[in-house]
């Protein structure tokens, strides 16, 4: 099963990880292991190209293991259109893994944790 953990500051969204793998198939025929990582890097590209913006990731090859965190999300950001614009992303990413949920329960479990 592979676990989602999206970190939130005073309710905003601005960074995940991801750990385990999810087994919905075998390596390379994983449908779920692919749309978790299709929407990863969209985030990540979506963040550094489209809003300029620093994020920060790490991706461990061994254990498939994935953090992404992006301070523009928060509230300190000095543009306030890019603040939610990113952390509208890391929102969005959230809705989406909800709705998967609901066919994929036995494959991915979906988490927040508020942040301090």
């Known amino acids: ?18 750990t385990g793998h999810s087994g919905f198939a075998e390596e390379g025929n994983d449908i779920v292991c692919s749309a ?3 929407m990863t890097m969209l985030i990540i590209n979506a963040i550094e190209v489209s ?10 090859e061994k254990t498939t293991d994935i953090t992404v965190m992006a301070k523009a999300a928060l ?5 306030e259109k890019k ?7 890391f929102y969005a990413y959230y ?19 508020e942040v301090e």
Do not use: H, R, W
């Open 1 to 18: 099963m592979t676990t989602i953990t999206f970190f939130k500051k005073n309710g905003v969204y601005y960074g995940f990880k991801e």
């Open 51 to 60: 809003y300029a913006s620093d994020v920060e990731y790490t991706i461990d």
């Open 95 to 113: 809705l989406q893994l909800c709705d998967l949920l609901e066919d994929y329960y036995d494959f991915i479990d979906v988490k927040e944790v």
């Open 75 to 79: 509230p300190s950001e000095p543009d």
């Open 36 to 38: 978790l990582s299709a």
């Open 83 to 89: 603040q939610f614009a990113v952390s509208g992303l």
